[in-house]
């Protein structure tokens, strides 16, 4: 109903500006041809008339013998009658053979203004002609002794007149109608792409995100289209990212839960389970309790991370959070047999919060211990220039294949699965890091180390102090 009532609007408006071009089309030029007409007309009369009435000038007085004399110059005028009146509009001449009015009296309204001692003029426009009207005075000695009147009837430039506004009505009618069927095929084509637009916007609205709006050309619509096409690509992105995301963080999340209620029917089942069998599965419990917590925190994290909810900055010193994150690793590391260090070639300071750097220092440092052998090390480094704060946490662990690279940073995601669950991750600490980085204006990389291991590289821009040095 819309698309329709867009196209009558279209059609509408481009046939109601063509008609009004139209009804000015044909009324112009007529109204010039007549005014040009009239005008020509009262030239051609006034001269005619005011040459019979210089003929009649000098008569002491009008009777119609010297009258009849005197107007053979008439004949010559064209004009269709001539009257020729004394001072008390009677008439002495009719040029008019049947049914003359000599000898009557004439009180026209261009004689009387004649006898008044004005010239007068007047043509309209009738009965498919041209009717013009025209008088003059006859003076003698500065005294009105008469009045001379002509009367034209021209049907020969009134019939071309109507030729003219016949022609005009008959290509006004043919551009009519080429722009009645020209304006429905365009409303038509251009309200087709909008249908195709709005078509794809319902598509999409009902959940399928894979159409597109494919409406052609190199205009504004076709701007609008391409932008929406964009969009939709990042909605399906998107919306392929939510899915995988709920699909991993619900097999995340029933995983440990489905080993507690195992552990858990186990021990209610088995009414002769010893001592020692019953703590090891209550630790069993406890454990899987912890990889449920800390899925959960994560998951919490990362929610507001993709909500916006994010801390206001403050400068933060990077190099302390480097020493705690080390310390408190380093239990984990001697239990594992991996040499863990940290080396601050020159401190920085950033934009941030303290959780979120010790964030970051924490899990990129914990996952370089967890994928390494017994005789490993983890080195972090932190260092940089003038504008950037670099921390480098390197390893010589398993390291990552190059085919994992470009996604080790995705939720969920493990290299390994089977040996990431039995280290405890939760395939979110990567993902945490690089959303934290990113929202701080930073950037990781992951990369392999020469010799075996891998290499994680976080920059973020160095803050200025609040004299404007950066530190």
């Known amino acids: ?84 009146t004394d001072d008390a509009g009677r008439v002495l001449y009719d040029s008019r053979e049947t049914d003359s009015a000599q000898g009557r009296y004439a009180f026209y309204t261009e004689i009387v203004q004649a006898l008044h001692g004005n010239d007068a003029f007047s043509v ?37 007149l109507r030729n003219l506004q016949s022609t005009l009505l008959r290509i006004s009618g043919g551009v009519l109608i080429f722009v ?38 190199h205009d504004e619509i076709a701007d609008i289209a391409a932008e929406f096409n964009s969009l939709a690509d990042r909605l399906q992105s998107t919306e392929e990212v939510r899915r995988r995301f709920v699909a991993d963080a619900s097999h995340e999340l029933k995983t440990p839960l489905a080993g507690i209620r195992l552990l ?12 020692d069998t019953l703590r090891e599965f209550v630790g069993d419990i406890g454990l899987e309790s912890e990889r449920l917590s800390r899925i959960t925190e994560d998951l919490l994290r990362l929610t507001r991370l993709d909500s916006g909810a994010v801390e206001g900055a403050e400068r933060v ?11 408190m690793l380093r239990l984990v590391a001697q239990e594992r047999g991996v040499a863990l260090s940290a080396h601050v070639e020159r401190e920085g300071t950033v934009l941030a919060t303290a959780d979120e750097m010790h964030q970051i220092v924490y899990n990129l440092t914990e996952n ?25 946490v390197e390893d010589n662990g398993i390291g990552i294949p190059d085919g994992d690279l470009p996604r080790i940073f995705d939720r969920f995601y493990r290299v390994d699965k089977m040996r990431s669950r039995a280290y405890g991750g939760t395939g979110l600490g990567l993902s945490i890091v690089s959303d934290t980085v990113r929202r701080r204006g930073g950037t990781v990389e992951a990369a392999q180390r020469e010799g075996g291991g891998s290499v994680f590289t976080v920059r973020l821009p160095r803050a200025a102090e609040e004299g404007g040095a950066q530190t």
Do not use: W
Request: a neutral charge; proline letters at 1%.
């Open 1 to 84: 109903m819309l698309r329709a009532s867009l196209q009558v609007k279209f059609s509408v408006s481009y046939i109601a500006v063509i008609v009004a071009v139209l009804v000015l089309m044909n009324s112009y030029p007529i109204i010039v041809s007549e005014n040009l007409v009239f005008r020509s007309k009262e030239t051609t009369m006034k001269s005619s008339v005011s040459v019979m009435a210089t003929a009649l000038t000098g008569l002491a007085e009008l009777n119609e013998e010297n009258v009849a004399t005197a107007m053979t110059v008439a004949e010559e005028s064209g004009v269709s009658r001539i009257l020729v």
């Open 124 to 160: 309209a426009y009738a009965d498919d002609a041209f009717q013009s009207r025209c008088s003059s005075p006859v003076i003698y000695r500065s005294q009105t002794i008469g009045a001379v009147y002509a009367y034209e009837y021209d049907t020969e430039q009134a019939a071309l």
């Open 180 to 217: 009645v069927l020209i304006s429905i095929l365009l409303s038509r084509v251009l309200t087709r792409r909008f249908g195709v637009l709005a078509g794809t916007i319902r598509r999409m609205r009902e959940g399928d995100y894979g159409g597109r709006a494919n409406v052609g050309g």
């Open 264 to 275: 858990a029917d186990s021990i209610l089942q088995t009414e002769t389970m010893d001592g």
């Open 317 to 327: 010193a990077v190099a302390p959070a480097v020493a705690r994150a080390v310390h």
């Open 368 to 392: 370089g211990i967890k994928y390494n052998h017994s005789g490993g090390f983890v080195r972090v480094t932190l260092s940089g220039d003038d504008r950037t704060v670099v921390l480098a």
